[in-house]
């Protein structure tokens, strides 16, 4: 098993902790979590990459053990976070990474590559959407409308979103067995959404989300400029992200590599070998 070092950086003065391991001067990989959850998502991915590649994997502001500012301090929004995982690279002299993203961490990623096209080596995308044919309507409705209208019926909406049963239910929906997923999962990201003034934070987040939306022609343009290698390997019985969504990237990148798994939204949590095998396939071909 590879040794998983657990740091912290001071980024714009937010401490920001990340796990790292692997050789220092082997390619990079960036591992971008989703709500609402952590780097802990990441924990047995990380020694199953980190023998060939040196592997960086953040929290987040207002996610697991980096710093949770309050909302009148920090101004959250994925441009925000983005900013402070840029932030982050530098402070660790990475110039050149390939990225893996789920859930909140493909927005966040897209806005990398945005911003420096030729850092990114590589994409792997995990139930990290890019397209509109992505979304699973009867799950989104509600954030929509609360983007549109923040106001207190809407809101009160999107709370249950953030209590155990729903986070619960983004573990086991479309998951054959669910004994394959540990309960410490839901529990551990029940807890760290219920500290105090982390309910803002997370509301401002799903507001924030329709801007993700409004970026996916520029990425979508950046994906047909680069053809940056790009591989989906997508739980397709996800209730939030459907499998539509791992499809659409060969709209703009053909040689996309697509695998569909019988799996949910957490992949890594019921299939952990198989997409981890999946990844190392890939990666060796991509930035080897």
Do not use: C, K
Not at 54 to 68: C, M
Not at 129 to 135: L, Q, R
Not at 180 to 190: G, K, N, R, Y
Request: glycine content about 8%; overall charge negative.
């Amino acid at each position: 098993m590879n040794v998983v070092h657990h740091r912290t950086a001071t980024v714009d003065g937010h401490r920001v902790f990340y796990r790292e391991a692997g050789p220092d001067q082997a390619p990079t990989v960036l591992l971008l979590h989703g709500y609402p959850t952590s780097s802990h998502m990441f924990r047995e991915l990380i020694p199953a990459l980190a023998d060939r590649y040196h592997v960086i994997a953040p929290d987040h502001l207002g996610f697991g053990q980096s710093d949770t500012p309050p909302v009148d301090e920090f101004e959250y929004s994925f441009d925000a976070l983005a900013s402070i995982t840029e932030g982050l690279l530098d402070a660790l002299d990475v110039e050149r990474f390939a990225i893996y993203v789920q859930d909140y961490g493909a927005p966040i990623g897209w806005r990398l590559a945005l911003a420096r096209p030729e850092r990114v080596t590589a994409i792997i995308s995990q139930n990290g959407n890019a397209y509109e044919a992505g979304f699973v309507e009867s799950f989104w409705a509600p954030i929509w409308a609360y983007a549109a209208d923040p106001g207190p019926g809407n809101e009160t909406a999107l709370r249950g979103a953030l209590g155990l049963e729903a986070i619960r239910w983004q573990y086991l929906h479309g998951v054959s067995d669910p004994s394959l997923v540990s309960p410490d999962t839901w529990t551990h990201d029940h807890a760290l959404i219920q500290r105090p003034g982390n309910d803002a934070i997370q509301l401002r987040l799903f507001r924030d989300y329709a801007t993700n939306v409004a970026l996916y022609p520029r990425v979508h343009e950046y994906f047909r400029e680069s053809r940056v290698p790009l591989l989906a390997v997508w739980g397709a019985n996800d209730g939030i992200f459907g499998p539509d969504g791992a499809r659409a990237f060969r709209d703009d990148l053909p040689d996309a590599e697509i695998h569909l798994l019988d799996a949910g939204h957490f992949a890594l949590e019921s299939d952990l070998d198989t997409v981890a095998a999946r990844v190392r396939d890939f990666l060796g071909r991509a930035v080897a």
